[in-house]
């Protein structure tokens, strides 16, 4: 499965390909899930893609905590033109806290962002080891950096490793998707979702980013 991606700045054609095991978890959770049986049909040309590039996940992963999407987006592309259309550790490093603010973050995400590209530049993660970890492993060594929580290091493991199984539990966007389309709206649980959730595995990456789709339509991009 894949997707041809025009790139507006400078019209590169890009073909984004979906994760190797997107068919079969389609395939598996319309076969045991009443709702992804309605679901994945309805976005079933879209698959999770990833920018590839572990900085940069992480860092938009910190510009939208607690903020909607379209705004993170905004905050985002302000970030993008101040770093000179390279967003890397070094260019962050380079901003002085006044240009990080102007871009729209708050003086909190402005430490959590230049924590981030100093632990890079540093050597003190072991990046290229990531894709060999297993999912608690490297979640436990991304919440060692200021500003990143289990949340934050599952958006991680999804949209930079597009790792099959994860369940973020702390995504209000998930709990709320899996309220309107179990719960008919009704305020749900965690324990609640993590049992809607148990029918899934091993895709709940799968579910949660058509559950997402629900909602949103347009996917989000870390």
Known sequence: MAQ?????ANQTVLEAVAPHYWEQACAELMKNDRIMRKLI??????FLMTRGDPFVTLARSIVGQQISVSAAQAVWDR???ASKKKVNPKNILALTVEE????????RKVEYIQDLAEHF?????????????????VIKELSEIRGIGRWTAEMFLIFNLT???????????LIKAISLSYFSGEPVSRHEAREVAANWAPWRTVATWYLWRSID???VEY
Request: negative net charge; without cysteine; hydrophobic residues 40%.
């Open 121 to 137: 530049i540093s050597g003190r993660l072991h990046a290229n080891q990531w894709q060999e970890m297993d999912d608690e492993s």
């Open 217 to 219: 339509p347009i996917p």
């Open 41 to 46: 049909p309805k976005f079933g040309s879209g």
């Open 163 to 173: 790792r099959p199984n994860i369940l973020p539990l702390d995504d209000i966007g």
């Open 4 to 8: 041809t991606i025009v790139s507006n």
């Open 79 to 81: 970030v993008v033109l």
């Open 100 to 107: 990080l603010r102007a871009a729209g973050l708050s003086g």
